[in-house]
C-alpha cells in the first residue's frame, strides 16, 4: 500500500461527526466537503496519509489554504481537561451526590432514591429546569455571523464563544462538559482526515452510509474471520509458462500445456458481494495495491483517462481492442503520415511481437473466481484501481493474477462458444492482405480464445488451496461442483447472511450420515472408484459426500463498541442491525481407498500360557498374530 497520497487514488476522508466521505483525488479538481468548506485536492497529493488537515479561512484575494495539525495540538485539550481541577464530579462510596443525574423533564418534581441505601439517583425540581436556548445567550443568527466571519480560525472561535455564553456550564459534570465541547467541536470544526481505501475502511464505510445489502451485510470482522479460516496468504513468486513460438506441421502456434505441479497458491472464489471479498483476499496475498516503485507520472496520465472514461461493456472492450490493434500493429507496406523518405530508406528494427497464445497468467498466487453472468460483477475493485471491464488497463497486480470463468464454462465446457469453437488461422501471405482492423480482430480473437481455453482447462485440473464463497446461492449446489477441485486439507470458508443455509449443509456432513455410507448402507455407492464418489451426484437423503469434508463447524462473530463509565459500561445501543452473519468452515479431505491396515516394526514375546491375551495390550493398540506360543507387539 502507498504512503503517500498519489494522483487519482481513492481516500477516505473522515470528518469531525465521524462519518467518512469516500473520492478520488483527481488533480486539478477541487474538493468539497459541504458546511465544512472546499479546498483544491493538489494541496493533499504527494501528502502522507493518516494526517490531520485544517481548513484555514480564505483571505480576500488568496487561495484556500489548509493546515497541518500537529498531534500534540489535537491532544492538547483533553489533556487539559483531565488535568482541570473544575468540575469535577464527586466520588465515594458515601457521597450520595456522586450518583446524582440531573434529569430534564416537563415539569413534574420527582425524586428516585435507591431502596438498599438511600441515595439519591435522579431528582428533579422546578428550579433546576433550565431551557437550552435561555442557557445560551447566543442566538442563531449570532451563531451564523461569527462562522461567515472573518478570522474564525476555523471554527475554533465558534466554539470558545459558545462555551463562554452558556450561562449553567458551572452546573455541568466534567462528563457532561466533555460531551458537550465534543458535539459543538463536530459540528463546528473544520478539519478531516485522509485514510488510505484499505478493505476494513471501506467494508465499514459501505455498511454505514451507503449499501450494505451489496455486500451481503458483512462486517469487517467477518471478512478478516473468512480470510483467516480459508488460510487465504501469499502463495508464491510469480510464474509463467513460456511464450510458445514453436509451430506445428499445419503452421499454426501451440497452446502452452498445463503444467499441475506449477499449479500452486491458488484459491477458487465465489462472490455475490461486487468484489468486496475478492479485494480482502487479494490484499492479504499482496496483489492488491500496486508497488511503490510505479510511476506516478504514468498512473497520474492514465488515471485520468480512466477517470473520465465509461464502463465500457463486452461489446465496447472489443471494439477498443480492435483500436489498439490498429494502433499497435502497422503493416511495413503502410507507413504512417508522420514517416520522412529517412525513416522509409533505414526502417527500425521491430520489436518481436508475442504470440497471440502466449498465457499472460500466472500460475501461482492467483484468485480464480466463478460467476453466472458474461462477466463478474467486480465493480468494488475500482477502488483499488482496477477496472475488470477495461481493455486496455494499466499495469496492476491483478491483471495476472485473477481470474473468471463462468459455471456452464467449468461444468459442461463443450457447450460454450467461446471455448469449444477452435481458433481462426491465416497464413502470413494472407494476414499481409488484410486490412488493420481485420487483422486486429483476428489477433483478438485468438488471444481471447487462448485465455478462455488456460482458465478453464487449469481450473478444471484443480488442486486449489482453499475455497471462500460469499454467495446467495444454495452452499449445497456451490459444494457439489468445487469439493472435487481442492487439494487435500485445503480449507473451506462459505460466509452467509443467515444460519439456515449453513446448517442444511453442516448436516449433510454429520456423523450419522458418515457412518452410513462409510458402513456400505448406501446401495448407490457400491462398486463406484474413488473420482466416481468424489463428484457424486447426490440423492435426497445423500446431497454431497459425507467423507470429502471433515472438522465442519458454524461460527460467528461481532466486534461492539462499548461505552465505559464508572457504573455505566455498556455495548452502544446505537449499533445498526442487519443480519448477523455466519461463517461454515471445515477442510478437504481424501478418503482412502482400500482396507486400512496397521504396519511397523514387531518382537516375538513369549507367553507362559502360550495363548495370545486380549486385553491391556489391545487397548494399547498391540496387533498380535497366533504363531505358536508367540505374540507380536510393536517395539517401543
Same mark, same amino acid.
Given at each position: 500500500?502507498?504512503?503517500?497520497?498519489?494522483?487519482?487514488?481513492?481516500?477516505?476522508?473522515?470528518?469531525?461527526?465521524?462519518?467518512?466521505?469516500?473520492?478520488?483525488?483527481?488533480?486539478?479538481?477541487?474538493?468539497? !466537503?459541504?458546511?465544512?468548506?472546499?479546498?483544491?485536492?493538489?494541496?493533499?497529493?504527494?501528502?502522507?496519509?493518516?494526517?490531520?488537515?485544517?481548513?484555514?479561512?480564505?483571505?480576500?484575494?488568496?487561495?484556500?489554504? /489548509?493546515?497541518?495539525?500537529?498531534?500534540?495540538?489535537?491532544?492538547?485539550?483533553?489533556?487539559?481537561?483531565?488535568?482541570?481541577?473544575?468540575?469535577?464530579?464527586?466520588?465515594?462510596?458515601?457521597?450520595?451526590?456522586?450518583?446524582?443525574?440531573?434529569?430534564?423533564?416537563?415539569?413534574?418534581?420527582?425524586?428516585?432514591?435507591?431502596?438498599?441505601?438511600?441515595?439519591?439517583? $435522579?431528582?428533579?425540581?422546578?428550579?433546576?429546569?433550565?431551557?437550552?436556548?435561555?442557557?445560551?445567550?447566543?442566538?442563531?443568527?449570532?451563531?451564523?455571523?461569527?462562522?461567515?466571519?472573518?478570522?474564525?480560525?476555523?471554527?475554533?472561535?465558534?466554539?470558545?464563544?459558545?462555551?463562554?455564553?452558556?450561562?449553567?456550564?458551572?452546573?455541568?459534570?466534567?462528563?457532561?462538559?466533555?460531551?458537550?465541547?465534543?458535539?459543538?467541536?463536530? @459540528?463546528?470544526?473544520?478539519?478531516?482526515?485522509?485514510?488510505?481505501?484499505?478493505?476494513?475502511?471501506? $467494508?465499514?464505510?459501505?455498511?454505514?452510509?451507503?449499501?450494505?445489502?451489496?455486500?451481503?451485510?458483512?462486517? $469487517?470482522?467477518?471478512?478478516?474471520?473468512?480470510?483467516?479460516?480459508?488460510?487465504?496468504?501469499?502463495?508464491?513468486?510469480?510464474?509463467?509458462?513460456?511464450?510458445?513460438?514453436?509451430?506445428?506441421?499445419?503452421?499454426?502456434?501451440?497452446?502452452?500445456? #498445463?503444467?499441475?505441479?506449477? +499449479?500452486?497458491?491458488?484459491?477458487?472464489?465465489?462472490?455475490?458481494?461486487?468484489?468486496?471479498?475478492?479485494?480482502?483476499?487479494?490484499?492479504?496475498?499482496?496483489? /492488491?495495491?500496486?508497488?511503490?516503485?510505479?510511476?506516478?507520472?504514468?498512473?497520474?496520465?492514465?488515471?485520468?483517462?480512466?477517470?473520465?472514461?465509461?464502463?465500457?461493456?463486452?461489446?465496447?472492450?472489443?471494439?477498443?481492442?480492435?483500436?489498439?490493434?490498429?494502433?499497435?500493429?502497422?503493416?511495413?507496406?503502410?507507413?504512417?503520415?508522420?514517416?520522412?523518405?529517412?525513416?522509409?530508406?533505414?526502417?527500425?528494427?521491430?520489436?518481436? *511481437?508475442?504470440?497471440?497464445?502466449?498465457?499472460?497468467?500466472?500460475?501461482?498466487?492467483?484468485?480464480?473466481?466463478?460467476?453466472?453472468?458474461?462477466?463478474?460483477?467486480?465493480?468494488?475493485?475500482?477502488?483499488?484501481?482496477?477496472?475488470?471491464?477495461?481493455?486496455?488497463?494499466?499495469?496492476?497486480?491483478? +491483471?495476472?493474477?485473477?481470474?473468471? !470463468?463462468?459455471?456452464?464454462?467449468?461444468?459442461?465446457?463443450?457447450?460454450?462458444?467461446?471455448?469449444?469453437?477452435?481458433?481462426?488461422?491465416?497464413?502470413?501471405?494472407?494476414?499481409?492482405?488484410?486490412?488493420?482492423?481485420?487483422?486486429?480482430?483476428?489477433?483478438?480473437?485468438?488471444?481471447?480464445? $487462448?485465455?478462455? *481455453?488456460?482458465?478453464?482447462?487449469?481450473?478444471?485440473?484443480?488442486?486449489?488451496?482453499?475455497?471462500?464463497?460469499?454467495?446467495?446461492?444454495?452452499?449445497?449446489?456451490? !459444494?457439489?461442483?468445487?469439493?472435487?477441485?481442492?487439494?487435500?486439507?485445503?480449507?473451506?470458508?462459505?460466509?452467509?447472511?443467515?444460519?439456515?443455509?449453513?446448517?442444511?449443509?453442516?448436516?449433510?456432513?454429520?456423523?450419522?450420515?458418515?457412518?452410513?455410507?462409510?458402513?456400505?448402507?448406501?446401495?448407490?455407492? #457400491?462398486?463406484?472408484?474413488?473420482?466416481?464418489?468424489? *463428484?457424486?451426484?447426490?440423492?435426497?437423503?445423500?446431497?454431497?459426500?459425507?467423507?470429502?469434508?471433515?472438522?465442519?463447524?458454524?461460527?460467528?462473530?461481532?466486534?461492539?463498541?462499548?461505552?465505559?463509565?464508572?457504573?455505566?459500561?455498556?455495548? +452502544?445501543?446505537?449499533?445498526?442491525?442487519?443480519?448477523?452473519?455466519?461463517?461454515?468452515?471445515?477442510?478437504?479431505?481424501?478418503?482412502?481407498?482400500?482396507?486400512?491396515?496397521?504396519?511397523? @516394526?514387531?518382537?516375538?514375546?513369549?507367553?507362559?500360557?502360550?495363548?495370545?491375551?486380549?486385553?491391556?495390550?489391545?487397548?494399547?493398540?498391540?496387533?498380535?498374530?497366533?504363531?505358536?506360543?508367540?505374540?507380536?507387539?510393536?517395539?517401543?
Amino acid at each position: 500500500m502507498h504512503s503517500t497520497i498519489r494522483p487519482n487514488a481513492w481516500v477516505a476522508l473522515k470528518l469531525p461527526a465521524g462519518m467518512h466521505r469516500v473520492l478520488q483525488v483527481a488533480p486539478n479538481t477541487t474538493i468539497s !466537503l459541504g458546511k465544512y468548506g472546499s479546498f483544491p485536492a493538489n494541496l493533499i497529493i504527494g501528502r502522507p496519509y493518516h494526517l490531520t488537515f485544517e481548513i484555514q479561512d480564505r483571505q480576500p484575494g488568496e487561495a484556500p489554504r /489548509l493546515r497541518v495539525v500537529s498531534p500534540s495540538e489535537l491532544h492538547a485539550e483533553a489533556l487539559a481537561d483531565e488535568a482541570s481541577p473544575g468540575c469535577a464530579t464527586p466520588t465515594g462510596p458515601g457521597s450520595s451526590e456522586a450518583a446524582v443525574i440531573s434529569a430534564v423533564t416537563t415539569g413534574e418534581e420527582f425524586s428516585l432514591v435507591e431502596t438498599e441505601s438511600g441515595n439519591v439517583v $435522579a431528582r428533579s425540581n422546578a428550579e433546576q429546569l433550565l431551557d437550552e436556548t435561555a442557557r445560551q445567550t447566543l442566538t442563531q443568527d449570532e451563531i451564523e455571523a461569527l462562522k461567515r466571519g472573518d478570522g474564525t480560525n476555523a471554527g475554533k472561535d465558534v466554539i470558545e464563544k459558545l462555551l463562554l455564553s452558556h450561562t449553567a456550564l458551572d452546573q455541568k459534570t466534567s462528563f457532561s462538559l466533555a460531551k458537550y465541547k465534543l458535539l459543538k467541536t463536530k @459540528k463546528y470544526i473544520r478539519r478531516f482526515q485522509v485514510l488510505p481505501i484499505d478493505v476494513p475502511n471501506f $467494508a465499514n464505510w459501505q455498511l454505514e452510509e451507503r449499501d450494505a445489502s451489496k455486500v451481503l451485510d458483512m462486517r $469487517a470482522e467477518m471478512i478478516g474471520l473468512v480470510g483467516c479460516w480459508a488460510n487465504v496468504h501469499y502463495g508464491g513468486e510469480e510464474v509463467f509458462l513460456e511464450d510458445p513460438q514453436a509451430t506445428t506441421e499445419e503452421g499454426e502456434e501451440k497452446l502452452p500445456a #498445463i503444467q499441475e505441479e506449477q +499449479l500452486r497458491g491458488r484459491w477458487l472464489v465465489v462472490d455475490d458481494t461486487c468484489g468486496a471479498l475478492v479485494a480482502a483476499m487479494a490484499e492479504r496475498m499482496g496483489v /492488491l495495491h500496486p508497488e511503490e516503485s510505479d510511476s506516478d507520472s504514468e498512473e497520474g496520465q492514465g488515471g485520468e483517462e480512466e477517470g473520465t472514461k465509461a464502463m465500457t461493456t463486452g461489446e465496447d472492450a472489443e471494439d477498443s481492442d480492435t483500436e489498439m490493434a490498429e494502433a499497435q500493429d502497422p503493416t511495413p507496406s503502410e507507413p504512417t503520415g508522420d514517416a520522412t523518405p529517412a525513416d522509409a530508406a533505414n526502417p527500425k528494427p521491430r520489436k518481436p *511481437r508475442a504470440s497471440d497464445f502466449a498465457i499472460p497468467f500466472s500460475q501461482t498466487n492467483t484468485i480464480t473466481v466463478i460467476h453466472s453472468a458474461s462477466q463478474p460483477n467486480l465493480s468494488f475493485l475500482n477502488y483499488w484501481g482496477f477496472d475488470i471491464t477495461s481493455p486496455c488497463h494499466l499495469p496492476h497486480p491483478l +491483471l495476472n493474477h485473477l481470474l473468471n !470463468l463462468t459455471w456452464l464454462q467449468l461444468l459442461k465446457p463443450e457447450l460454450d462458444t467461446s471455448y469449444f469453437t477452435p481458433p481462426l488461422v491465416a497464413d502470413a501471405e494472407t494476414l499481409a492482405g488484410w486490412k488493420p482492423s481485420r487483422r486486429g480482430n483476428f489477433h483478438r480473437k485468438r488471444r481471447r480464445w $487462448a485465455r478462455i *481455453r488456460h482458465i478453464v482447462d487449469s481450473t478444471r485440473a484443480g488442486n486449489f488451496s482453499g475455497l471462500v464463497c460469499a454467495s446467495t446461492m444454495d452452499p449445497i449446489s456451490i !459444494l457439489k461442483h468445487t469439493l472435487p477441485l481442492l487439494a487435500g486439507g485445503a480449507p473451506v470458508a462459505i460466509y452467509s447472511p443467515t444460519i439456515e443455509p449453513l446448517a442444511q449443509l453442516a448436516d449433510c456432513f454429520s456423523v450419522s450420515r458418515r457412518t452410513a455410507w462409510t458402513s456400505g448402507s448406501v446401495a448407490e455407492v #457400491i462398486n463406484k472408484s474413488a473420482e466416481e464418489l468424489e *463428484r457424486w451426484p447426490g440423492t435426497d437423503d445423500f446431497p454431497l459426500n459425507p467423507s470429502l469434508l471433515l472438522g465442519t463447524s458454524i461460527q460467528t462473530s461481532r466486534a461492539r463498541r462499548w461505552q465505559v463509565l464508572p457504573g455505566r459500561t455498556h455495548p +452502544l445501543m446505537t449499533e445498526r442491525g442487519g443480519a448477523e452473519g455466519y461463517v461454515f468452515t471445515a477442510w478437504r479431505a481424501k478418503p482412502a481407498e482400500g482396507r486400512v491396515e496397521a504396519k511397523g @516394526k514387531f518382537k516375538r514375546r513369549k507367553t507362559e500360557a502360550g495363548a495370545v491375551t486380549v486385553g491391556a495390550e489391545a487397548a494399547a493398540g498391540v496387533v498380535k498374530a497366533e504363531t505358536g506360543d508367540a505374540a507380536v507387539e510393536p517395539e517401543a
